[in-house]
Nanobody
Framework: QVQLVESGGGLVQAGDSLRLSCQAS????????MGWFRQAPGKEREFVAA????????YYVDSVKGRFTISRDNAKNTAYLQMNSLKAEDTAVYYC???????????????????WGQGTQVTVSS
């Protein structure tokens, strides 16, 4: 079993920055591939960013490229999402997720992930 706890959300103004954290426990964190997703009211859950287990590979949805950075610290069992130049359309509940599988990775697909956090609200006022 893996437990994921997100933190770092809040209410900010457009152009501000936030850093989300995802603290993992329960298994060897360095074995997981990690992803961040978000869900706005009335919309489906959307892929935001993903990072390989070693941290060497990262992937982003086009709308956040150049503004968001995903990273991880395997020694601290924590994944991060640094969000800069926030926009009103970034407003959503943000979730981290862990994928224990190996091989081909459909990182954009929520069903690929085995464990999810409870989410943290990010609200960006314009």
């Amino acid at each position: 079993q893996v437990q994921l706890v997100e933190s770092g959300g809040g209410l900010v103004q457009a152009g501000d920055s936030l850093r989300l954290s995802c603290q993992a426990s329960g298994r060897t964190f360095s074995n997981y591939r990690m992803g961040w997703f978000r869900q706005a009211p009335g919309k489906e859950r959307e892929f935001v960013a993903a990072i390989s287990s070693s941290g060497t590979l990262t992937y982003y949805v086009d709308s956040v490229k150049g503004r968001f950075t995903i990273s991880r610290d395997n020694a601290k069992n924590t994944a991060y999402l640094q969000m800069n130049s926030l926009k009103a359309e970034d407003t959503a509940v943000y979730y981290c997720a862990a994928d224990l599988a190996s091989g081909v990775w459909n990182y954009r697909v929520p069903e690929e992930y085995d464990y999810w956090g409870q989410g943290t609200q990010v609200t960006v006022s314009s």
